[in-house]
């Protein structure tokens, strides 16, 4: 089965950029049985991104009061994500939400996990800071390798 | 009332996030011996200033820097920003650059009322919290709103360059056009939407609209032909026809101390109504074919004055981008253009953006004319729907939730967005 990893956030705000930049480097090792996409958010593209395939895996920065590049693996499957990723604006939809229009809409792919990277800055225009830098590489090669 | 001494106390409903509308939002209501005596619109986030950063900038960044002020109606503040400079330089543009940017609105138009009918209003009328919650007892218009809403991303992605603040447009025509076999490409996937919208527009007038009607003033952009889009003049139901360039002339906009949006007037008669309503009454003889079936089928008159049934206006516009898209994908070409001028129609009102030229062709002075005041004026509106609310949720013994909720509704009636609208009057 092939596994969709969708890289999700914005790469002009900081460590937002850590999904989209996840899946840019994979995008260069990708495999048989791996194939990566950016996603910029939005309801919609995040729908259909995580839809139409058996197996995704997204990454996406979080704001969960962790330590910064810290990594979190969530069983999105089994139940609903963390706040930590639900849109923090009235200006957007979440990969949450994403994910549970999916659900209730019987969409949800029988694998979706979600990998979440603990961001410290998300100031417009800023670089990755360098624990999600770090954090970047280890998830690129866990699942290059993996 | 006080059961013990019989005073009326007058009584605020604060109504402190508008869900389901992108920006923030807040409404107070006072109540005074059980009727509604005040309504403020609150919109809290601070001006963006683009009047002043646009300053200075070359010609060539107008367009794609107006368009950040939304991101559900980027095309129309583009579009707008690069009609004000090729109306600056005296340009006009070619008929295909006119019919291909027309295009690419039609999927902004489809994008936008996809998302506000299906997500973001029918919840209120379904009695549920949130587009989310619908969607499990509604699964099948749900997915035919997202696909609509995927189809309008297509065709901005192909003509834009990219479904959300495209990068395609320039003043005097297009960085790149879309070859003439990618446009006709598209042609079954419009043909699509045109099944989706009229699906949903079967949905929809299905829903119980409360009674209400008002007098509106409306205002809206009137084409020399067809349904108003991207050009034309400001008209009104009370005989007004103006050029946009005398806009100043008509509509007043001041500062309200209890929000960041300016309030706008047309003058001799106060607040108006913009959006699919005022848009319908002034270009509804406009519309032929399958865009008029579907008014038929919907029930709207030539006039529509409830402001719960524009939704049904809305899902009819639907009908209409898709089978204008479709006409113009079949007959689609790549196009080289330079020209044109004016004001353009965002799905929400007419947009107004003003650029002044400097000698070196950088723009000296620039308004992100977001005139989307009149609803903001359109307090009376909310004002007698929640008085109406009141009375017979009080008859009803509700809780103010219950008293909330259709005011509520009501700001979401006409417009999906309120960030955009926040700015200075410019000097």
Not at chain 1, 18 to 44: K, N, W, Y
Not at chain 2, 43 to 63: D, K, T, V
Request: aromatic residues 4%; proline residues 7%.
């Amino acid at each position: 089965v092939t596994t969709r990893v969708i890289g999700v956030g914005n790469r002009d705000r900081g460590d937002d950029a850590a999904g989209p930049e996840v899946a840019r480097r994979l995008a260069h090792r990708a495999t048989r049985d791996l194939s990566a996409i950016e996603c910029d958010g939005g309801l919609g593209p995040t729908f259909d991104a995580i839809t139409g395939v058996g197996s995704v895996l997204v990454v996406d920065a979080m704001s969960s009061g962790a330590a910064p590049g810290t990594v979190r693996r969530f069983d999105a499957a089994a139940g609903p994500l963390p706040v930590a990723f639900a849109a923090h604006s009235t200006h957007g939809f979440g990969v949450a939400e994403a994910v549970e229009l999916a659900r209730v809409l019987g969409r949800l792919p029988d694998r979706i996990e979600v990998i979440g990277i603990e961001g410290a800055c998300w100031d417009a225009g800023a670089p990755l800071s360098p624990p999600v830098e770090a954090a970047i590489a280890r998830v690129v090669d866990e699942l290059a390798g993996g | 009332m006080n059961p013990v001494t019989g005073e009326h106390r007058p009584r605020t409903i604060h109504v402190p996030v508008l869900a389901r509308v992108e920006g923030e939002g807040e409404i107070d209501l006072r109540v005074r011996k059980g009727v509604l005596a005040e309504v403020k619109l609150r919109i809290p986030e601070p001006p963006r200033l683009f009047e002043a950063f646009l300053r200075g900038r070359s010609h060539l960044e107008l367009p794609d820097l107006t368009a950040r002020i939304c991101g559900i109606c980027p095309v129309a503040y583009q579009m707008s920003s690069a009609r004000a400079a090729e109306r600056a330089f005296g340009i006009t543009v070619s008929e295909p650059v006119r019919q291909l940017r027309r295009l690419l609105y039609c999927g902004e138009w489809l994008e936008s009322h996809a998302l506000h009918v299906v997500m973001l209003h029918a919840p209120d009328f379904l009695g549920y919290p949130s587009g989310l919650h619908m969607a499990k007892d509604h699964p099948r218009p749900v997915l035919d709103g997202l696909e609509l809403k995927k189809i309008g991303n297509e065709l901005m992605t192909l003509i834009g360059g990219r479904e959300i603040h495209p990068v395609s447009l320039k003043v005097g025509g297009f960085w790149r056009t879309p070859t003439t076999r990618e446009v006709r490409s598209l042609a079954p996937r419009l043909e699509r939407a045109g099944e989706l919208a009229l699906g949903l527009l079967r949905w929809v007038k299905e829903f119980h609209f409360p009674e209400l009607e008002r007098d509106y003033v409306f205002v809206s952009l009137r084409d020399e032909t067809g349904y108003p889009l991207d050009a034309g003049r400001i008209v009104s139901n009370h005989g007004h026809s103006v050029d946009p360039m005398e806009w100043d002339r008509v509509f007043t906009e001041e500062h309200v101390r209890h929000s960041n949006a300016l309030h706008a007037v047309l003058a001799g008669h106060g607040p108006y109504l913009t959006g699919p309503l005022a848009r319908y009454a002034l270009n509804s003889d406009r519309l032929t074919g399958p865009a008029r079936d579907a008014a038929h089928e919907a029930g709207l008159g030539a006039v529509e004055r409830n402001p719960f049934r524009s939704i049904l206006v809305r899902a009819v516009e639907m009908v209409w981008a898709a089978r204008g898209a479709v006409r113009r994908g079949h007959a689609g070409r790549g196009c080289r253009g330079r020209r044109d001028r004016g004001p353009t129609r965002s799905p929400v009102a007419p947009l107004r953006v003003r650029h002044r030229r400097s000698g070196e062709g950088g723009a000296h002075r620039a308004a992100d004319g977001a005139e989307l005041a009149h609803d903001r004026g359109g307090s009376p509106r909310l004002r007698r729907g929640a008085s109406r609310t009141r009375r017979r949720d009080a008859a009803r013994g509700m809780r103010a939730d219950g008293a909330q909720s259709r005011p509520v509704h009501l700001v979401r009636d006409p417009l999906p967005a309120l960030a955009c609208h926040p700015r200075v009057r410019p000097r």
